[in-house]
């Protein structure tokens, strides 16, 4: 499976953004899909991620209540719907997928990874 991320951009602290990750292939619905982010100078990290069906959702302590994971199968596409930004959530967002219906927060875990969008949040 080959995916496209955008949505990224520039905004104030306090803003929203919706990410989306579009997937080609026709078994989209057979991924369990995470986010992750990468700050400059610092390691890539675990956002959120989604199950098959979108069932089940897991996030990171830093993001619950502020982000929220979602998946339209249809258009085989995954969204991170981002608000009340902060500038710490400054980083290059990336998707990715597996082939296990199963949440998973370590890198190791996805196989097929995204190119990233850049998000910005001034202050």
């Known amino acids: 499976v080959q995916l496209q991320a955008s949505g990224g951009g520039l905004v104030q602290a306090g803003g929203s953004l919706r990410l989306s990750c579009a997937a080609s292939g026709r078994t989209f619905s057979s991924y369990s899909m995470g986010w992750f982010r990468q700050a400059p100078g610092k390691e890539r990290e675990f956002v959120a991620t989604i199950s098959w069906k979108g069932s089940n959702t897991y996030y990171a302590d830093s993001v619950k209540g502020r982000f929220t994971i979602s998946r339209d199968n249809a258009k085989n596409t995954v969204y991170l719907q981002m608000n009340s930004l902060k500038p710490e959530d400054t980083a290059v967002y990336y998707c990715?997928?597996?082939?296990?219906?199963?949440?998973?927060?370590?890198?190791?875990?996805?196989?097929?990874w995204g190119q990233g969008t850049q998000v910005t949040v001034s202050s």
């Open positions: 990715a997928a597996r082939n296990i219906d199963r949440l998973g927060i370590l890198l190791g875990e996805y196989a097929y």
